[in-house]
């Protein structure tokens, strides 16, 4: 705990943290006094403006903020004017409709804004920028039809570039009359201050906006098809088609300029800027879930309100509303899901800093400019860009930026993680190809070294054999010469036991065992045990009893390995038992042959008896006290198996054991 606790006050962090803020402060500080329409605007009062036309050749531009003359629900031409007195003198964005602030009042409806400008007598060109305006609209200059939303425009008109401004040519007094009609959108009459002066000034504003936004969309595009194409190959892991649909949805917010330009008249651009703008928010989130790995409890129903934010502003324009203070109330509800997706944002950002999720310090940094630039959104309301992006633009941007460069960080680690890998996965594959032929040569030398020790073994045994023979038929009875003659055969026995199970032990590890199956009388594999093996295998002075069912049908086998199987088993029985009874047992049960092998002698632990047909096993238990190489249980389980039969231990440490084997009696072999 102390530890997240040092991690999450790290002083440089918070610093870097203060820092982010205070650089978001200066950025919409800078944007709104340098770049903002409200910040200067040219002064007019009661819908007149006098300009100082002594440095208006020098001047930029100047943006018609204040002083209209607002006549409400009225569609006027200039020939109306004389005989109307104007509602009220407003400013442009003071009021998002037609209602004029009240909320029983009908947002939709009609008005005429009326701006006089007061020049010289000196013939001048001036340029008028062609604003949003939604619906319907007429602009009137000096009395002369200028522009209008259907297009119905006076011959004498002039439009430099058609769809960015009008021009035209004035002197004295320039009346400018504007008339509008909305009955469907969200922001109803002339909301947005336009851009007045000389044509070039006018111009150079509009085409530096232009250039402005172009390259922020492009860029914004260019990263979607980065996003688009690296994430094939890492959808799964990396969550490139969210940063993908944030890249989509910067675009959508901040192309109206580009719009504009090419003359695309769609009343839906605005819907699909509104979209993309809300959109950027809500692919905040989805982002910042899946970064931070915000569980889905905590993240879902931020998820789901800001869907239906999304739905809302689709479904809006479809809406008929009769009162202003319903969309008063969808406006807050819209800000308070922006603020709660602000709040969200660094809650979650500082709990995956506190987790110490990767990455999650700069995603707290660029949580923190973006919360910074909502604070300063109502701090600074009276803010519209000019050539730049709303605030949380500006902001949607940087976290475009900085979330590309952390998967792209991401995606670089796991692409050199993954040669990496392979590089050492073909190292492994190069030292195992190694290992095989290494097991191969071992497996070579002992099948050759066991072919050189059986001959002599064998002739040893046999010239044994011979001896034992001819001392007992010339009656040369010395008792232990002939004990030392059994004990050579004996061991030669034992030897060339050994032997063989090496030699099968490379038959099994090189796919060369095979069996000679034929069919055979379990019962006379018993009986030949009981007569011939156990009286040489009974060292330790025990009893044997024998249990067969009568009438055993014959099984097909190898019967030179069950053979070897049963007589191993009976001399583990044999060596670990003294002075006991050994049993074994042969029955029909469930269409099987089954064969046990009963010992009252030592007993086995569990973990023994887990791992006991396993190679080595035997000696690796009994730290090598057990005679024998440790593979005849693996043998004989491999027997048994190659017959499709199985083997199984049951046995109480000092009690006994007992090896069930069984085989079927019509194998699949």
Known sequence: ?????????????????????????????????LDNKYANPYPARMGIMELDMETFEDSTSYYLVDGWEYYDGRLLTPEDIPSNTPDEYIYLGQYAGFDRGDPDK????????????????????????????????????NGTLMAASGGDIDDSAMLAPENWMVTFEAQDIIEILISVSDDSHLYSGMIYP?????PKAVGEV??????????????????????????LGYWRTRPFHLLTLLCLSIVGSINYPLIQALGLTWDGWSVIERLCYYGIFFTMILLQSRLCQIPKRVSMPLIVFGSCVLVSVLLQPFISIDKAGIKYIYSSIIEFYKWLTAIWLLGTGMWAVWRKVDYSRPLLAGTCFFACTLVMDRVYPMFEPMRLGWFVEIAGFVLFLLI???????????????????????????????LIELNHMKSR????????????????????????????????????????????????????????????????????FTLQIAPASMTELLIQIK???????????????????????????????????????????????????????AHIKEDKMVVSVADTGEGMT??????????????????????????????????????????????????????????PLSPTI
């Open 194 to 198: 336009p851009a007045f002066g000389t």
């Open 1 to 33: 705990m102390h530890e997240k606790k040092r991690y999450f006050m790290n002083v440089p962090f918070i610093m870097v943290l203060v820092a982010v803020i205070s650089v978001g402060v200066i950025i919409c500080t800078l944007a709104y006094r």
């Open 531 to 585: 007569e011939n093996y156990f009286p040489m295998l009974n060292d330790h002075n025990n009893t044997l009893v024998l249990t067969v069912e009568p009438n055993l049908p014959p099984i097909l086998c190898d019967s030179e390995r069950i053979l070897q199987l049963l007589i191993n088993l009976i001399s583990n029985a044999c060596r670990h038992t003294c002075e006991g009874i050994i049993t074994i047992d």
């Open 606 to 663: 569990l973990e023994m008896q887990e791992r006991l047909f396993e190679r080595y096993m035997s000696n690796a238990m009994t730290n090598g006290k057990a005679n024998g190489t440790g593979l005849g249980l693996y043998i004989c389980k491999s027997i048994a198996e190659a017959h499709d039969g199985e083997i199984s231990i049951t046995s109480e440490e000092g009690a006994g054991t007992t090896i069930c084997l069984m085989l």
């Open 445 to 512: 030398f002992l099948s050759n070294i066991s072919h050189e020790l059986q001959m002599p073994i064998t002739v040893m045994s046999g010239y044994a054999q011979l001896a034992g023979d001819e001392l007992t038929d010339d009656a040369l009875d010395i008792p232990e010469l002939q004990d030392h003659m059994r004990r050579i055969v004996y061991e030669g026995d034992r030897m060339e036991r050994l032997v063989a199970q090496l030699l099968d032990v490379t038959r099994l590890e090189t796919e060369r």
């Open 404 to 434: 590309t460069g952390i998967l792209w960080r991401e995606t670089v680690r796991v692409y050199k993680d993954g040669v990496k890998m392979e590089m050492e996965l073909a190292l492994v594959q190069e030292k195992e190809k190694s």
């Open 106 to 141: 009908s947002p939709y409806g009609s008005a005429t804004y009326r701006l006089t400008i007061f020049t010289d007598d000196k013939l001048r060109n001036y340029a008028l920028e062609l604003l949003d305006i939604f619906s319907e609209w007429k602009i009137y200059i």
């Open 206 to 231: 509009l085409t530096q906006r232009l250039l402005v936004h172009s390259a922020a969309a492009a860029a914004a595009l260019l990263g979607a098809v980065f996003c688009l194409l690296t994430g």
